[in-house]
């Protein structure tokens, strides 16, 4: 999940990844636009905390959605709720 939430003008997502492997973490409006890329690339299993600044976004309810394929070729989705409020 992020913190703070609700948030102005940032918020940090925090989560955790099992297994290496490719990790794309990417933010959406509610009309299913990406408006963020985060993340894009190889990760070792850790955990993580990627800020996202949304001092160019209006106002709204986004939905970060991790998705991370394992080298062991396992497949896992998650989406958020994120609000910033100006």
Do not use: C
Not at 2 to 21: A, Q
Request: overall charge positive; cysteine-free; proline content about 6%.
């Amino acid at each position: 999940q992020n913190y703070p939430n609700p948030f102005n003008p940032s918020t940090t997502l925090r989560f955790r990844i099992v297994e290496s492997g490719s990790v794309p973490l990417k933010v959406f409006n509610l009309l299913g636009k990406e408006v963020a890329t985060l993340m894009n690339g190889h990760a070792k299993a850790g955990t993580f905390n990627i800020v996202w600044d949304a001092s160019h976004q209006p106002s709204g309810v986004y939905i970060a959605r991790l998705r991370s394929m394992s080298d062991s070729k396992q497949v896992s989705t998650e989406s958020r709720r994120l609000m910033l409020i100006k």
